[in-house]
T-cell receptor
Framework: DQQVKQNSPSLSVQEGRISILNCDYT??????FLWYKKYPAEGPTFLIS?????DKNEDGRFTVFLNKSAKHLSLHIVPSQPGDSAVYFC?????????????FGEGTQLTVNP | DTEVTQTPKHLVMGMTNKKSLKCEQH?????MYWYKQKAKKPPELMFV???????INESVPSRFSPECPNSSLLNLHLHALQPEDSALYLC?????????????FGPGTRLTVT
């Protein structure tokens, strides 16, 4: 049972444009969501998070939107830069039942073309 | 400082060898994690330590043996591994386990079992 889904295995955008990465979840107990970026042969790097009491969180070029009713979140990167090319993982946790234990999606490979 | 360090960076071992992976963090985090990651897949949780005590073991085979000597160090002892255990092994830490906090990952150890 895949509780966190990233349905797009890959996404390609032009430099300077917006990148939108999507994530859906099924477990209604999830109340904290995170995005990680991963380069090949490196560990995931934490990017941005959002609590279920919010619907938006912004940090520089990165904005995460949460739609609880649709059980959907998205990461917006604007403007996209070639250095943003990496695999992006969405992750979720359920504070009541598992604290900081994370459930990851399968990842989306973002390629930003110069 | 959000650095988690892991040694060695690469490890090649035979199926009869005994080796150890090491992880260190100096962020005062009280939860530490071992993950296994195969190519193009999300990290899979193996073990979680909270306040130096084993909190979660995700039914990992006994050929993997974790150890937490103190609050800053986490080891993973390896013995009689199989070729299918070849993967990137990631260590992570977070402020605590009971509430959702961001996990910070190390760069990983690329393990090859021959």
């Amino acid at each position: 049972d895949q509780q966190v889904k990233q349905n797009s295995p890959s996404l390609s955008v032009q430099e300077g444009r917006i990148s939108i990465l999507n994530c859906d979840y099924t477990n209604s107990m999830f109340d904290y969501f995170l995005w990680y970026k991963k380069y090949p042969a490196e560990g995931p790097t934490f990017l941005i998070s959002i609590s279920s009491i919010k619907d938006k969180n912004e940090d520089g070029r990165f904005t995460v939107f949460l739609n609880k009713s649709a059980k959907h979140l998205s990461l917006h990167i604007v403007p996209s830069q070639p250095g943003d090319s990496a695999v992006y993982f969405c992750a979720a946790s359920a504070r009541e039942t598992s604290g900081s234990r994370l459930t990851f999606g399968e990842g989306t490979q973002l390629t930003v073309n110069p | 400082d959000t650095e988690v360090t892991q040694t060695p960076k690469h490890l090649v071992m035979g199926m009869t060898n005994k080796k150890s992976l090491k992880c260190e963090q100096h962020m005062g985090h009280r939860a530490m994690y071992w993950y296994k990651q195969k190519a193009k897949k999300p990290p899979e949780l193996m073990f979680v330590y909270s306040y130096e005590k084993l909190s979660i073991n995700e039914s990992v085979p006994s050929r993997f043996s974790p150890e937490c000597p103190n609050s800053s160090l986490l080891n993973l002892h390896l013995h009689a591994l199989q070729p299918e255990d070849s993967a990137l092994y990631l260590c992570a830490s977070s402020r605590g386990l009971a509430t959702p906090y961001e996990q910070y990952f190390g760069p990983g150890t690329r393990l090859t079992v021959t």
